[in-house]
């Protein structure tokens, strides 16, 4: 009975270290003997619940992110539902995406900013196995999100808010990932708490209006163009 009891917080214990070594070290610089000494549980411990040092990663990712794609899409419903079949405001689907992500930022139990700053980190720097995981976990929230902005912006072409989309996850997955570059970057010092939830508020004051401003930006002037020329000649009265 007692040993019942202890498995599922093994299972946690183990998925807690992981989560704060492949944030600390990345995948490749996080040992299983790392994660075994931190979690305080030998490698079998580990194997049982896991199998493989992959499964372990994607299982860190799966915990966090189930909760991140409802959350999503239980946001795009409510939104959809107040709109009544009526084209969503841009603003509004950037913050039900964007938003609900620095969410989590703020809450411990949702991994807070150490789970974030792995997320932006891994997603900076992939390994072939979990981009195809993420793919998996993403494909039905982003195809959403996707077709709402698709009827929100119908001035812009598809393939340019298809780019936005993608140039907006870039700059959110760099700006979670911490502060290091930009102190490389620019030599600065910069004061933030990043695993509190300041530093959640701090980068949702930051990040927000600048992917907004992105996905509202005019269009480049080759787009501008091939929608100029896509609309059809007035009729001339008779």
């Known amino acids: 009975m007692s040993e019942t009891r202890t498995q599922p917080d093994t299972r946690e214990r183990i998925l807690d270290a992981a989560e704060r070594l492949f944030m600390e070290s990345g995948y490749e610089g996080t040992s299983m003997r790392m994660i075994t000494g931190e979690a305080g549980v030998n490698l079998a411990a580990v194997n049982y619940h896991f199998g493989s040092k992959e499964a372990l990663l994607r299982e860190v990712f799966r915990r966090r992110l189930n909760w991140l794609n409802a959350e999503r899409l239980r946001a795009l419903d409510a939104l959809e ?21 620095l969410k989590m930022g703020r809450d411990q139990s949702l991994g807070g900013m150490t789970f974030l700053r792995l997320l932006g980190r891994t997603l900076t720097e992939p390994a072939d196995f979990i981009r195809a995981f993420f793919a998996g976990e993403y494909a039905e929230v982003i195809e959403r ?45 910069v004061d933030m708490n990043n695993d509190g939830p300041d530093a959640a508020q701090l980068l949702e004051a930051r990040v927000m209006p600048f992917l907004l401003g992105g996905l509202r930006a005019p269009l480049p002037q080759f787009q501008l163009l091939q929608v100029q020329q896509s609309k059809p000649e007035p009729t001339k009265a008779a």
């Open 145 to 189: 999100y996707k077709k709402a902005l698709f009827r929100a912006l119908p001035e812009v072409p598809p393939e340019e808010i298809i780019w936005r989309f993608h140039l907006m996850l870039g700059a959110m997955s760099y700006a979670i990932a911490g502060t290091d570059a930009l102190q490389v970057i620019t030599g600065c010092e």
């Open 81 to 101: 539902a107040e709109a009544q079949g009526g084209a969503l405001k841009p603003s509004a689907i950037l913050e039900a995406f964007f938003g609900t992500l």
